[in-house]
């Protein structure tokens, strides 16, 4: 993968969509890190059927803390895992109260205190919530990088480096979101499409 091939890529990915976003729905630090947390071997969109109830109710640290684990679980039990995710939400509410002052941390350490938050969550809060050039490697961004030749590695950390370290500063802020995206809507695991892909022709898969 030249830097020629890696940024005709990017180009092309942020001519297709020039600012992606999300697809989990959220209007605080807070309400992306429950979501997040959430959507662990789930949907975005089980997710955010899910909090559309919860967040109405209880959307700060304080008010899914006053719920409870219970609580907590009669709204997210739609969602794979929602007792665990419900118990680690009630500790990382309890931890934002006693230490954050109720805010959601915006270092890395703080963030992967919490309970139910690992690397690639705290990458995506980062990312999305404060505007870090992080690259959370999911499923997606994984199977995409390695399928593609953008970041070969057999690890999604060994691949979260490469892509960190060669990605052009210039599309260091939405590269997370167009390579997810991409991995969920056209470089699928089974099937890519890549009739309608738009950087088939800088692909190594395509190129096989």
């Not at 050039?133 to 490469?162: C, K, Q, Y």
């Not at 809507?185 to 088939?200: G, L, Q, S």
């Amino acid at each position: 993968m030249t830097p020629q091939r890696r940024r005709a890529i990017f180009e092309r990915l942020r001519a297709a969509n020039p600012e992606p976003r999300s697809e989990l729905e959220y209007s605080t630090p807070f309400e992306l890190l429950v979501a997040v947390v959430l959507s662990a071997q789930a949907t975005d969109r089980s997710v955010n059927l899910a909090t559309r109830k919860l967040f109405p109710v209880a959307n700060t640290p304080a008010a899914i803390l006053a719920l409870g684990v219970e609580g907590l679980s009669r709204y997210i039990r739609t969602i794979g895992l929602y007792n665990a995710k419900a118990k680690h939400l009630i500790g990382a509410c309890r931890i934002l109260l006693e230490k954050h002052g109720g805010e959601v941390p915006r270092e890395r350490a703080a963030l992967e205190a919490l309970p139910g938050v690992g690397r690639k969550t705290a990458n995506v809060i980062l990312n999305v919530a404060f505007g870090e050039p992080t690259i959370a490697v999911d499923t997606h961004i994984f199977r995409v990088a390695n399928r593609t030749g953008l970041a070969v590695g057999s690890t999604p950390r060994a691949v979260e480096d490469i892509l960190v370290r060669t990605t052009p500063a210039e599309f260091a802020h939405d590269a997370h979101h167009w390579l997810i995206l991409h991995g969920r809507y056209v470089c699928k695991a089974r099937k890519p499409d890549c009739a309608h892909c738009v950087i088939a022709r800088y692909c190594d898969f395509f190129g096989t």
